[in-house]
């Protein structure tokens, strides 16, 4: 758990503050994205200038008594079949701390090579959410291209996205839209968290819409030749890339002690494209 109780706001969060009273929130939903990322209730009062019983005390996400509610494919870890809705799923191996399932046959061949012709016109280097600045930037230990669907964008991106919300029973309006990225020959993805960094400036920009990340679905389109297995450095798991299989992880708490550290190793030979699902904690419009 972040505890910023003892630490005096620094340059950055004060920037922040007035930043985010630039772009028009107000002081209540500051305060609650204050206490997300791990600021306590007299201090997050201090600096959005409330008195402290002008806010509700709410607990920040990391101070939630019990271990919060995150998706989780139902059944997997008791039975190999799953209930996704309108498909048959799979659940082909489950680990506990990090939390992992293998899923089979989440997408159809059909499936996969429509997000593939769909998503390949529209492809650009990938960039990633800073959590310096609560922007996007290029990152080095990214190389891949990628591209981002809005949620229900077609018939078959609304269909999945409702089999996903089915299968991990999830809010379907807490995913953000699909991402597809196509990495190839020696392309890769260095060892990272999903999760944003309670301590970083930027991250409570990030969680004023939709909270933390809780849970990750990694969906394979295609099988590269060689290499391009999803990695899980803490626990030395991979997981190879199967057309139309997944790789689902969740992490209830935005810390290391959930060892969901992953990457995705560099392709060897041919190409390999995914899409990736994350979850939010809260709705994420
Ligand atoms: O391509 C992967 O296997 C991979 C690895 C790590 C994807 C992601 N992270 C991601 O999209 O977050
Ligand atoms: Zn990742």
């Given at each position: 758990m972040t505890d910023f109780s003892s630490q005096e706001p620094t340059a950055a969060v004060l920037q922040w503050v007035s930043s985010q009273r630039a772009a028009g929130f107000d002081s209540l939903a500051l305060y609650k994205s204050l206490r997300d990322s791990g600021w306590d209730h007299d201090m997050a009062c201090r600096l959005v200038d409330l008195?402290?019983?002008?806010?509700?005390?709410q607990a920040s996400a990391q101070e939630q008594p019990a271990e919060p509610a995150v998706p989780w494919p139902q059944g997997a870890g008791q039975r190999v079949q799953l209930d996704a809705g309108d498909r048959p799923v799979q659940a082909l191996a489950v680990m506990r701390e990090p939390n992992i399932v293998v899923l089979a046959n989440l997408l159809s061949e059909e499936e996969c090579d429509a997000l593939v012709a769909a998503a390949r016109p529209r492809l650009s280097r990938s960039l990633t959410v800073s959590v310096k600045t609560g922007g996007e930037e290029e990152n080095v230990d990214r190389t891949s291209q990628g591209m981002f669907f809005a949620r229900g964008e077609s018939d078959t991106i609304a269909r999945i996205e409702a089999r996903l919300a089915h299968l991990l029973n999830w809010p379907m309006e807490n995913g953000e839209g699909l991402q597809i990225l196509r990495y190839g020959p020696g392309a890769e993805y260095k060892p990272h968290y999903d999760y944003f960094d309670p301590k970083e400036p930027g991250t409570p920009s990030i969680l004023a819409r939709g909270g933390q990340r809780v849970a990750t679905v990694v969906i394979y389109l295609n099988e590269p030749e060689a290499g391009g297995g999803t990695v899980f450095p803490d626990v030395q798991f991979e997981c190879m890339p199967r057309k139309g299989h997944a790789v689902f992880f969740n992490y209830s708490?935005?810390?290391?002690d959930s060892r969901s550290l992953h990457g995705g190793s560099p392709v060897i030979s041919g190409e390999k494209w995914i899409a990736t699902k994350w979850l939010r904690a809260h709705r994420f419009d």
């Open positions: 008195q402290p019983a002008q806010a509700p005390e708490q935005p810390h290391p």
